[in-house]
């Protein structure tokens, strides 16, 4: 088929325009990695010299360190509690009716429009009444609740997809419920149940907002130590950590990607 | 309850947790009117002295301020966020799909806080943009980009960016093609095609995309912050302030309950302005 001038010209001006749009994407990670390897104690662009040392510092920073490991704690277990409810109550909402189910949902859903600090305000004034302090449980719960929306939300695509003549098959077959659960249902849904696991558990070890305000020096997470470091220290230390943050979140979401289809989690397949 | 197997166990955590969040919340509505008692945790009687002193013209400008750039980055982001959606659903290959997807989507992983800082790099006056403005001979000394709202809303387009072309990309992915294939045949250009047709059916997911870049720029906190300086004040960076230098928690939570309830407004309001092309889309 012959294309008429125009059509070429509309045609590669829209190239241009996401590439452009790719690039402003693409513009602050790429100054953060070339900042990293700075050798100067100043930001400073281009960098005049270079060297490793600021990765050096990232590793052996005890804050960043504790941060880690505090915010790797929370993740676990936030993300791995939030997917047994989450999914869950996905599954019960996917399927029957009950008293308070869109209450319910609405409430569970509702950190997604609810800004951050004000569950985080909520949470710490909560802890502050009943005496539990900020300790890890009062992180955990806070990260269970942010991330419970996404477990539902990868659940009920997974549901969507789920073929349910399998489960009646079983069924006739004599099989009870808790073997149709084990055997039929919890097996099918496992690609989306791993999903909504990763997907949580990324969004909880970034979460700052909210964990600003429930942690404590003890328990602070990576986010809140890269928050409380930027304001004390100038030097190009958080460069370098961003670029390890940038090059491990980008190769799990290739794995994910190339595992279980990114665009099939996102509902953003054509059809 | 046969029919039914394992609900109870299905809901009721769910509930707990439900009950947990419901709990904060109250809590945060309760300390809104609530007596500030300086130098304690401890707060003191009923009050709407927390409500009153948002009239001031201090507060009163930070509202006005937080809406101003959340409308703006939202408008941004929507004018960047639709080509990519539009060719990540709409390319052919599969290789540049994928490279689309990850580049688009890994900055949403990465959290507020790595992306504010790379912004802060790219916007210094010792920073990416203005060498390369002053190398290219654009600019004769370093123009101020940090500690602008410009410079905040730059960064928070930023990061608002990921959440919008999935949004975007989701309603694009559901046009059927064939309305598209039908004009073309009826002779249409592509221009008309995609104002007359496409635009029109992913309106859901304009409006959808829209409200939440709208909801997370109101509660961004450390762009506004650490871009803004403390000279350009946001509800969320004034909550902070309140909350943690001066531990007037009843006033911290007054704030952040008219935030929320502004918030949510500008939202049904953007839903109702929205609905009659929402039942445009609807109508196919």
């Known amino acids: 088929m012959r294309r008429s001038p125009g059509a070429m010209l509309l045609r590669w001006s829209g190239r241009a325009v996401v590439a452009a749009i790719l690039l402003f994407v693409l513009l602050p990670g790429v100054v953060v990695a070339i900042s990293a390897f700075n050798d100067r104690a100043i930001l400073q662009f281009p960098p005049q010299s270079w060297s490793l040392r600021w990765f050096w510092r990232a590793f052996s920073y005890a804050d960043f360190a504790k941060g880690f490991w505090n915010g790797l704690t929370v993740t676990v277990w936030a993300s791995s509690i939030a997917l047994l409810i989450g999914s869950a109550f996905a599954c019960a909402i996917h399927r029957y009716q009950f008293v308070l189910r869109d209450l319910l949902e609405g409430i569970l859903l509702s950190p997604l429009i609810i800004p951050h600090y004000t569950i985080g305000l909520g949470m710490l004034i909560l802890a502050s009444q009943t005496n539990v302090g900020r300790g890890f449980p009062l992180v955990i719960f806070a990260h269970v609740v942010m991330v419970l929306p996404f477990v539902m939300r990868s659940t009920y695509i997974s549901l969507q997809n789920l073929d349910t003549r399998l489960e009646l098959a079983a069924s006739s077959l004599g099989a009870t419920p808790l073997r149709i659960l084990f055997t039929v249902t919890i097996p099918l849904l496992i690609p989306g149940l791993l999903s909504g696991w990763l997907f949580a558990a990324i969004l909880s070890f970034n979460e700052f907002t909210a964990t600003l305000f429930v942690s404590s020096q003890a328990t602070q997470t990576l986010p809140v130590a890269m928050y409380n470091y930027v304001r004390e220290f100038a030097d190009p230390t958080l460069a370098a950590l961003s670029v390890i943050y940038i090059v491990v979140t980008a190769t799990l979401l290739t794995v994910a990607n190339s595992f279980l289809g990114l665009g099939k989690i996102l509902n953003v397949d054509a059809h | 309850m046969n029919t039914r197997p394992f609900l109870g166990w299905f809901v009721s955590p769910a509930g707990l947790v439900a009950m947990g969040l419901l709990a904060a919340m109250l809590a945060v509505f309760q300390y809104s009117v609530r007596t500030y008692v300086p130098g304690t945790l401890e707060v003191g009687g009923f009050t709407w002295a927390n409500f009153e002193a948002m009239l001031r013209p201090l507060y009163a400008m930070a509202f006005w301020n937080t809406v101003l750039i959340c409308f703006e980055t939202a408008v941004f982001t929507l004018f960047l966020a639709y080509p990519l959606a539009y060719a990540l659903v709409r390319t052919s290959s599969p290789a540049l799909r994928s490279f689309i997807l990850i580049v688009s989507v890994t900055p949403l992983f990465l959290g507020e806080v790595v992306r504010t800082y790379s912004w802060m790099i790219v916007l210094g006056n010792n920073g990416f943009l203005n060498t390369v403005l002053l190398k290219l001979g654009l600019l004769d000394r370093p123009v101020q980009m940090m500690f602008t709202a410009g410079g905040v809303i730059a960064a928070l387009v930023h990061v608002t960016m990921p959440i919008m072309v999935i ?90 309950i008219v935030g929320l309830a502004l918030s949510l407004a500008v939202i049904a309001l953007l839903k109702k302005a929205a609905s009659p092309l929402e039942r445009m889309a609807g109508t196919t």
């Open chain 2, 167 to 256: 949004m975007l990309a989701a309603a694009l992915s559901h046009i059927d093609r064939n309305y598209e294939k039908a004009a073309e045949s009826l002779g249409a250009g592509p221009i008309r095609i995609f104002m007359t047709i496409t635009l029109p059916l992913s309106m859901p997911g304009v409006v959808a995309g829209f409200s939440t870049a709208f909801a997370w720029t109101f509660s961004a906190f450390a762009t506004p912050q650490l871009i803004g300086g403390g000279r350009v004040s946001t509800v969320s960076t004034l909550i902070y302030q309140l909350g943690f230098s001066s531990f007037n928690f009843p006033f911290a939570a007054s704030l952040s």
